[in-house]
């Protein structure tokens, strides 16, 4: 290297301490830049048309969810409708007390609490072992048609879906004249009988709503790597293995996370199925705490008592789906917030 490329090479001491100086200056105003946030009003004058769409919602919300959640004071009186909230006689926690006094309300949250995780364990299972099914066929078509068949009925109403069951399971219906065709057995009132009434609620159920639950498994086992089962293949694994050993493995985060949300309506077990179903020659083993709320207030005028059995139910699935949410993001890593 000749002298004059030596020459251009040297650098001072005091040169390299100011290109120090200078980088740090520069760094720190670039992170200080990088870090400083805009302020509310600034960020206000870029968003504000989305506020602006929002305010519509906000007033329904308000009108219909909130402006309605006055009326939880009535759980508190002995509310009288020609006296409105104002002048009804306040009698505290009395209402709340009637609820475990009364054996038909007792009556209805043992019915909710047995339909409502009847539905929740069969609406878990049935949907698995169908997506597994669905999944082993390689016919497109006939794969392809019979999700859409048991996707169906997720779209009728219970006032449609009632109105044929009740016309199927009739003593005339189609299922009675099979069973009295073929076994010789006599007619039974499947919707009318309190020892069959909640397997019919739990069947129907079931059979109207696991299209949904199995789409949802199908598309988890559509994302498991395939590298996994050639791999297993090549080892000699059969299908029944492979599906044990992978496709059931990789299933379980979203089986974890139904499972636990499912909680939260563990105290729901389908107010319009069962009023559209049920008659009092089933109250024993049908009434729920829903029916029983619209029969206790709205039929037989005990608003008060009604309101607070509705506001106890409300208060136990509030705190189910915040454990429900804990569980799902302990377990599975899920979160929505």
Known sequence: MGRDNIHWLRITQEEVCSIRKFSSVSTATSVKTRTLKPTWKKELQKTWPLYVLCIPAFIFVCIFSYGPMVGLLMAFQDYKPWLGISGSRWIGLANFERIFQYDEATQAIVNTLIIAVSKIIVGIIVPIVMAILLSELRNIGVKKSVQTLVYLPHFLSWVTVAGLMIDILGLEGGVNRILTALFGIQPVYFLGNPDLFRYTVVISDVWKSFGFGMIVYLATIAGINPSYYEAAEIDGAT????????????????????????????????????????NPLVY????????????????????????AVGLFKSGISLVLIVVSYRLAYKYANYKIF
């Not at 029983?292 to 008060?304: K, P, T």
């Open 239 to 278: 299908r029944r293995q492979q599906i044990r050993f992978i496709t059931l493995p990789s299933m379980l985060p979203m089986i974890i996370v139904i499972s636990t949300l499912s909680l939260g309506s563990i105290l729901d077990a389908g107010f319009d199925q069962i009023f559209n179903l049920y």
């Open 284 to 307: 024993s083993t049908g009434d729920i705490i829903d029916t029983y709320v619209y029969r206790s207030s709205l039929l037989n005028g005990q608003y008060g008592f009604g309101t």
